[in-house]
């Protein structure tokens, strides 16, 4: 228990720290977003984590690309829970519409999803919004899945049993007492699903197809390596935004840990 609690806090503290960044960029950074200097600077006192090819200081960049990282892992993952929840529970359901809701999950499960994006995003290629969009249409396949065979466990207990004898309809058992019994997954799934529109918009960016006039971690990684932040060896520049990818993914993941682990203490009481 305590080893959770642990993982819980630490996740909690480097997340407040990423929205703190996010809420705040103007009180944080160092310098204005547009402020200049001059290009290709080292890290030092003044710069920490040196300047860009335009002159830009990269803490400042990093500072400020973090609301908009968030933002786009937030409202993707928030758009796939409520489509993995209305594809997960007509899935449940019997008879064609059933069906058919649970062979386009198997078809969306078995779809590789990173070839998917990465073609789609060649077409569509409108930025930040064209991405979420993307993101989360390919991405609740497994919370609808996972919903389903909750949804089937919960049917067939009794509790639900003496719902339908009271006479109350199936749509009222379903949004009044079987979603609210799934609280549990659509958290857990909500929290990895955050940490997964992340890594794929991250992945998508530095690939080329990300908002350039909102950029992200993942463009300001995609723009230190074309713009040869290697070979001028301003490893701060291109290392700083993966490491907040990283950080950020750690602290989604803590959490997912903690919130697995009083699932199973409640699946132990039971």
């Known amino acids: 228990m305590n080893k959770r609690k642990l993982f819980l806090i630490c996740g909690l503290l480097l997340l407040s720290v990423f929205v703190i960044m996010s809420l705040l960029p103007s009180l ?37 690309g973090t609301g908009n990282t968030l933002l786009t892992g937030f409202t993707a ?10 594809i997960g529970s007509l899935s449940a ?19 590789p999803k ?15 919004l064209s991405l979420i969009v993307l993101i989360s249409a390919l991405s609740w396949s497994t919370t609808a899945r996972t919903l389903r065979a909750r949804v089937l466990s919960l049917k067939q207990s ?24 799934t609280s549990d997954i659509l958290l857990s799934r909500f929290i990895l699903g955050i ?6 918009e991250s ?11 909102n950029p992200t971690w993942g463009t300001m ?17 291109l290392l700083s935004p993966g490491i907040c990818i990283m950080l950020l993914s750690l602290s989604f993941y803590f959490i997912s840990l903690y919130l697995s682990g009083r699932k199973e203490d409640a699946e132990e009481a039971l």
Not at 203 to 213: A, E, H, Q, R, V
């Open 28 to 64: 944080i950074s160092p310098y204005g977003e547009k402020d200049m200097f001059t290009p290709w600077l080292s890290p030092s006192s003044s710069h920490l984590l040196g300047t860009n090819r335009l002159g830009y200081d990269v803490l400042t960049e990093i500072i400020h």
């Open 77 to 86: 993952s928030v758009i796939s829970l409520l489509i993995g929840v209305l």
């Open 93 to 111: 359901e019997s008879g064609l519409i059933g069906h058919l809701c649970d062979g386009i999950t198997d078809i969306m499960a078995m779809l």
């Open 114 to 128: 990173l070839v998917l994006l990465i073609v789609l995003g060649s077409f569509f290629r409108g930025g930040s």
């Open 158 to 181: 009794a509790f639900i049993g003496n719902l339908k004898i009271e006479g109350f309809s199936d749509f009222h058992i379903l949004v009044y007492h079987v979603i609210p019994n």
């Open 195 to 200: 940490n997964s529109c992340i890594m794929m």
């Open 203 to 213: 992945t998508l960016s530095f690939l080329g197809f990300g908002d350039t006039f």
């Open 221 to 237: 990684v995609n723009l230190a390596y074309k713009n040869g932040a290697f070979m001028r060896q301003a490893y701060a520049y």
